[in-house]
């Protein structure tokens, strides 16, 4: 089993930047990739962004390419993702997510582990 933690949610202002960080307990997140998506009040959730176990390769959603992120380091066990130029439709709750194979997926089922969610609140 794995628990994920996120960290670094806030209100910001747009055009403004947050990290996001996941914190992996209970067992290495070295070894299973990972990602992250948000759910915006009233829509339903969506992939943001992932990356390999490896780190070596990463998918981005088309919304948020160019702006955000993601990156992740192995040996302190942690997924990050930064954000920057955020705007108001950025507005959302966040949540890391992992998956038991070393690719990556844009599809929520197929990942097997799921944090609280940290906010994330843009005022424009």
Known sequence: QVQL?????????????LKLSCAASGRTLSKIAAGWFRRAPGKEREFVAAITQSGDASRYADSVKGRFTISRDN???TVSLQMD?????????YYCAAREFNTYSINAESYHYWGQGTQVTVSS
């Open 5 to 17: 933690a996120e960290s670094g949610g806030g209100l910001v202002q747009a055009g403004g930047s």
């Open 75 to 77: 040996a302190k066990n």
């Open 85 to 93: 130029s955020l705007g108001p439709e950025d507005t959302a709750t």
